[in-house]
């Protein structure tokens, strides 16, 4: 950090991850301070500046301030280790500059009392955001606790089978042993029971014992939530609810079909689809199961998608260091999804995801930290900007500019003949060029079809909910 740098962050203000103090601060009040940051998402503590519009007096003796520092640290219980404080320079005066790296690994008290940082203060813990803290940064871990009031009779143990004798050389009379092994059961006073990652993973009904182990999709027509959505809660064990959102966003992602030269078929889903797999994969493996009311929401709308996992950043991550850092909250869901042959699926990450975006010549999907969870968002360019860019291609067999056979069309009557022409479609639905255009109003879409029998384009077939419209061979 240069002496620019440190003083545009000044510039900006104390917040939740900067504040200064005076080099004779009491060392309690430099260990609140260091405590806090420490239980929260780190910081910089400045010696050498006062008072909120950040008077700059620096420190006559940095050799002493950097020792009554590394005093504060380790008064705190356990000691704060934390990289060694270093000098800067402001306007000829020295500042002490410590920086606390987020992610550190135990929760932190300072005279008996847990604090956090909101906003500029230093504050107690809550008893609710400290277990759930000390889980985080596994002091006690969530997922291999006994799940609350299950036994063995809660397991599926078809499905622990199944996954057992595809890691090969394990007999079914082993299946017990093995699932101890991965931390799925545990023994208490003699007996064996199932842990939460148990049942989250081979449990009959997982959602019994953990509330909020679900995935909620829903599939909006426009660019905000509304009245009008296709949902479904999907509910079971971890695997089963991942093949089910993905079925899901097979169902509901927008497609382009295509012929090739061979009249192969091709269709492109809106998004690359192994991101999107990518994104559901990760929020299962990753998302903090000790929060109970909240599930995994899987919102797809019509120029972009969210996935939003309950619970923070995990460890050391943050959003900066996101692409490249590696930590998992959940590493025994993690070790049997990569068992039951998820580890492609789970690839590397959010690296993995941009670079499918890039690769495609997409937007970059963008994630944040809130206080509630951990949102991951892909745009897309809406399908109407997509027939759009069908009809200007040099490659396309079909040019319609506005017009067939002499008959002016709309853009969706265009759409409805590309449909049917040039990708090879036998027929089309009212529901079919309303997944082409989702804003667009029902009754819009069937005048557009029923103008197109009007003038001899299409034939209509079929009565009611069962009609469709296919070209007039004539």
Known sequence: MTSDDLWQLIKNGRSERLDWLSENSPLDTMASVLTAMANSRGGTLILGIIGPTATLLGVRDASNAIDRVIQAALSVEPPLIIPMPRVHMLKDKQVIVVHIPPGMPHVYAQDGRYLTRQGIDNTALKPRDLRRLIIERGEVSFETDIAHGASLEDIDWDKAKAYISNLGGINEAEVEAALLRRGCLTRQDGHLRPTNAGILLFGKDPQRHIRGAEITAARFPGDTMGDSF???????????????????????????????????????????????????????????????????????????????????????????????????????IVQVLSDMGFIERLGYGVDRVIDLMSEKHMRAPEFEETAGGFPGCLYSEPMEAKVAASRSSASDPLKLAGEYKGQPLTERQEAALLYLIRDGHNRITNSDLQELFPIVHPETIRRDLADLVTKDILRKLGEKRGSYYVLNNS
């Open 230 to 332: 296709k949902r479904e809660d999907i509910l079971g064990t971890i695997p089963d609810q991942i093949r089910r959102a993905e079925s899901f966003l097979r169902d509901h992602l927008r497609k382009d079909v295509s012929l090739g030269s061979t009249m192969a078929r091709s269709e492109t889903f809106e998004y690359p689809f192994e991101a999107v797999r990518e994104l559901v994969v990760n929020a299962a493996a990753h998302r903090d199961y000790n929060i109970a009311g909240d599930g995994i929401r899987l919102f797809i709308f019509r120029n972009r998608m969210e996935v939003i996992s309950p619970g923070g950043l995990p460890g050391p991550v943050t959003i900066a260091n996101i692409k490249d850092e590696r930590f998992s909250r959940n590493p025994v």
